[in-house]
C-alpha cells in the first residue's frame, strides 16, 4: 500500500492507494478518531456489482446506514442533494456521523457537497471506485453539482478526512469509463514533463487491459501531481488553474451536450482544442502540435462533438467562473510541463480551434 498526502495549512489528510486494501477502513478511521456512526453513500452500479466485496470488508447492512445513490451526472442535482440530506435529518446524523462516498467522481462531488452543508458540515471520507475519480475528483476538496446547465456552478471547498482509493473495485470498470481516467492521466502527462507523458504513452494499453498492478506506478504519480498542486493552492487563485488545462472547453461540450457526454472524454476533446489554440496563439510549433496531438488522438471520441454549434460553446465558455472582466480565461501550453495561464483569445482563434478538433474526429 502506497500513501500519499495532501499538506494543507489545517485539514491535511492522506491518500491510501492498493490492491485489496478495502478492509483497512476500519483502522484508518481509527487512526484518525473518527466517529464510529457511519451512512455510507454508494453509487448504485457499484452496491450492485461488489456487494460482496463492500459487505465483507466495509459494512454491515444490520447496523450501518446504507443509502443507494443513482449512477450519472444527474445525482449532481438539487433534487438529489434535497433527497440526501432528508435521509440524513430523518436518521438523525450529525457531527458525530461519519460520511463515506463510494463511487466515482459523480457520488464524490455530490455526497461531499451534502457533506459540507449538513449542519454546516459533517467529517466525509471517499474511496473512488472510477480511474477518473481516483486520480483527480477525490483529491482537492471540490465538491459540487450542476445548476441551470451550467457544470459544477454550485458547490464548495470542504476536504475528506482520508481517501482510500482500492484498484480492486477498478477490474470491473466498462472501457469507456477507463478512457476517461486515461484522460484526465493524459492531462498530467502535459503537466508534468517528458518523462512521464512517455511513460504514459507506452503504458496506455496496459491501461486498457486493466493491468493495474503495471500502472499502478502511474496512478501514483498523477495523484502526486494533484496533491503537489493542492497542496500549495488549496483554493485555486494561482498554480491550482493548471489542472482545469482542456477544461473550460471540455465544460462547454458537456452543457451543450446536456452531460451526455463522458467528463473524461469532454477532457480529452478539450485538451485537443487547448492544444489547436495554443498553436493558433503562437505558443506552439506545427511540429509541436504533431507530436503534442499524438497521445490525446489515442483516445476514441465520439462523432456527437462534431454536430456542435460554435456560437452556443462559445456562449457556455462566456459564463465559465474562472473568467475575468467577461473575457474566457485559457490555460494553454508552451510544451510539455510549461503550462500558460489567463491566456485571452480572439473569437475567431477559439472557433478555428473547435474546427480543427471536429474535422480531426
Ligand atoms: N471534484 C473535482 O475536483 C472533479 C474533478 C474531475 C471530475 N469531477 C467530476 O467527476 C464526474 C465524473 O466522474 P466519473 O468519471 O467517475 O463518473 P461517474 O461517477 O458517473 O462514474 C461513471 C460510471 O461508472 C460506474 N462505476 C463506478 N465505479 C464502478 C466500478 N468500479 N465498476 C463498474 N462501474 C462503476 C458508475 O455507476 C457510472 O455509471 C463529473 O461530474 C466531473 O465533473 C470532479
Do not use: W
Not at 51 to 58: C, F, I, P, S
Not at 88 to 109: A, C, F, P, Q, Y
Not at 322 to 351: P, Q, T
Amino acid at each position: 500500500m502506497k500513501t500519499l498526502s495532501v499538506q494543507l495549512s489545517e485539514n491535511g489528510y492522506e491518500i491510501l492507494l492498493g490492491k485489496d486494501i478495502l478492509h483497512k477502513f476500519t483502522s484508518l478511521c481509527k487512526k484518525s478518531s473518527l466517529p464510529k456512526r457511519m451512512f455510507f453513500i454508494i453509487d448504485e452500479n457499484v452496491l450492485r456489482i461488489h456487494k460482496k466485496y463492500l459487505q465483507t470488508n466495509l459494512f454491515d447492512e444490520k447496523k450501518d446506514l446504507v443509502c443507494k445513490l443513482p449512477a450519472g451526472e444527474k445525482s449532481k442535482s438539487f433534487k438529489q442533494i434535497s433527497e440526501l440530506l432528508k435521509v440524513m435529518l430523518e436518521n438523525k446524523l450529525g457531527r458525530d456521523t461519519l460520511v463515506v462516498s463510494i463511487g466515482g467522481g459523480v457520488t464524490g462531488d455530490a455526497v461531499g457537497f451534502a457533506a459540507s452543508i449538513f449542519m454546516r458540515g459533517i467529517p466525509v471520507v471517499h474511496i473512488p471506485t472510477t480511474l477518473l475519480a481516483a486520480v483527480d475528483s477525490s483529491i482537492g476538496g471540490k465538491t459540487g453539482i450542476n445548476f441551470n446547465n451550467t457544470k459544477n456552478s454550485i458547490g464548495s471547498f470542504y476536504q475528506p478526512k482520508f481517501v482510500l482509493i482500492d484498484t480492486t473495485f477498478f477490474s470491473t470498470l466498462p472501457e469507456k469509463e477507463i478512457i476517461c481516467g486515461v484522460g484526465e492521466i493524459i492531462k498530467y502527462a502535459f503537466l508534468t514533463g517528458q518523462d512521464f507523458y512517455d511513460s504514459v504513452l507506452a503504458a496506455l494499453p496496459l491501461f486498457y487491459q486493466k493491468d493495474f498492478s503495471k500502472t499502478v506506478h502511474l496512478i501514483s504519480a498523477s495523484i502526486n501531481v494533484k496533491t503537489e498542486v493542492v497542496s500549495s493552492d488549496e483554493k485555486e487563485t494561482g498554480l491550482r488553474k493548471i489542472l482545469n488545462f482542456g477544461h473550460t472547453f471540455a465544460h462547454s461540450f458537456e452543457s451543450e451536450l446536456h452531460f451526455k457526454i463522458k467528463h473524461g472524454e469532454a477532457v480529452t476533446a478539450g485538451i485537443i482544442c487547448a492544444l489547436y489554440l495554443s498553436h493558433e496563439k503562437g505558443f506552439i510549433t506545427e511540429e509541436q502540435l504533431k507530436k503534442f496531438l499524438y497521445l490525446p488522438k489515442q483516445i476514441p471520441l465520439s462523432a456527437t462533438l462534431k454536430k456542435l454549434d460554435k456560437e452556443k460553446l462559445y456562449r457556455v465558455m462566456l459564463s465559465d467562473k474562472k473568467n475575468r472582466d467577461g473575457k474566457i480565461k485559457f490555460v494553454l501550453l508552451k510544451n510539455i510541463g510549461e503550462i500558460l495561464l489567463d491566456v485571452e483569445a480572439e473569437k475567431v482563434e477559439v472557433f478555428n480551434a473547435f474546427d480543427r478538433m471536429f474535422k480531426s474526429i
